[in-house]
Nanobody, 124 residues
Framework: QVQLVESGGGLVQAGDSLTLSCAAT????????MAWFRQDPGKEREFVAFISRSGGSTNYVNSVKDRFAISRDGAKNTVYLRMNSLRPEDTAVYFCAATGSVSLEIRPGQYDFWGQGTQVTVSS
């Protein structure tokens, strides 16, 4: 079992930056690949970024490539999402999630544990 708690969301203007954090407790953090998803009301949950167990492999949805960066700190049991050049279309609730998969996984159903989400709102 892994418990995930996100933080760092907020209201920002277009072009600003934010860093989201996801603190993990419980089972061995380094046993899991981690990802960030986001969801707007009435829409499906969307994959945003993935990082492998070791942190050596990352992947992003095309819309955030070159703007967002996912990272993890094994000593702090925390995964981060650095978001630069934010746009109004980035507005959503952002969730972190953990999976036992060792390779890239973008399907929400393949993730075993989820945080409660943190709201990011980008004004134009």
């Amino acid at each position: 079992q892994v418990q995930l708690v996100e933080s760092g969301g907020g209201l920002v203007q277009a072009g600003d930056s934010l860093t989201l954090s996801c603190a993990a407790t419980g089972d061995t953090f380094n046993s899991y690949s981690m990802a960030w998803f986001r969801q707007d009301p009435g829409k499906e949950r969307e994959f945003v970024a993935f990082i492998s167990r070791s942190g050596g492999s990352t992947n992003y949805v095309n819309s955030v490539k070159d703007r967002f960066a996912i990272s993890r700190d094994g000593a702090k049991n925390t995964v981060y999402l650095r978001m630069n050049s934010l746009r109004p279309e980035d507005t959503a609730v952002y969730f972190c999630a953990a999976t036992g998969s060792v390779s890239l996984e973008i399907r929400p159903g393949q993730y075993d544990f989820w945080g409660q989400g943190t709201q990011v709102t980008v004004s134009s």
